[in-house]
């Protein structure tokens, strides 16, 4: 009866241990996302304000603000509607397909 005590303890930390790594690296990704997210508005804000418009796509930002992203791992959608007009931006993460 000890034994089965000591084997469900030994469980236990097992799964909470696994759970706040498992939860570290969704709150870390989420993270990540969001920090790409408000380089690409700082820096698209930066050239309105020197420009007097927003660029037209990510390829400006990269070639004139020295924006990097690792293409490989995120999706960025980059919804250009105007010249005084705000883009909407969204950063994903992309999924690998493993085979």
Not at 38 to 45: A, E, K, N, Q, R
Not at 64 to 83: A, K, P
Request: contains cysteine; charged residues 25%; glycine residues 6%.
């Amino acid at each position: 009866m000890k034994n089965i005590g000591k084997v469900c303890f030994l469980f236990s930390i097992i799964a909470l241990i696994w759970s706040g790594v498992y939860w570290a690296g969704e709150y870390s990704q989420k993270e990540d996302l969001q920090r790409i997210n408000d380089t690409i508005v700082d820096l698209s804000l930066k050239c309105y304000s020197i420009e007097g418009q927003y660029p037209q796509d990510i390829q400006y930002l990269k070639n004139y603000y020295g924006l990097l992203v690792n293409e490989e791992d995120y999706h960025i959608l980059y919804h250009y509607e105007g010249d005084n007009i705000k883009p909407t931006i969204h950063v994903y993460k992309k999924v690998k397909d493993y085979e």
